[in-house]
């Protein structure tokens, strides 16, 4: 798998675009960690940074790139076995539902 950026999901924003910004403190590192520890259900990949939810879409034979998401959009499965890893918080969940 590899990362690669999707310039609709920078700053600044490009009007009449779909999709969610990503947060501008992730650098190339963390989301080559979050890529790799990501959980596949599928044809797409959930991950967790800091009390949020991420997305990662195939969109050529290895390269993925990944947007936030809220809650509401990752599998059940995957909200529950993470609360019960304790890699996320049910705080965090309902802050980042939407």
Sequence with gaps: MRYESNRKHKEPWQRGRRGTLCPSDIDVKTVHR?????EATGDKRYAVHEGRAFCA?????EEWHGYPIGWVEVPE???RKWLKERRVQRRDIRRHWD
């Design 57 to 61: 879409q195939r969109h050529g034979a």
């Design 34 to 38: 979050l890529l790799a520890d990501s």
């Design 77 to 79: 499965a995957i909200r």
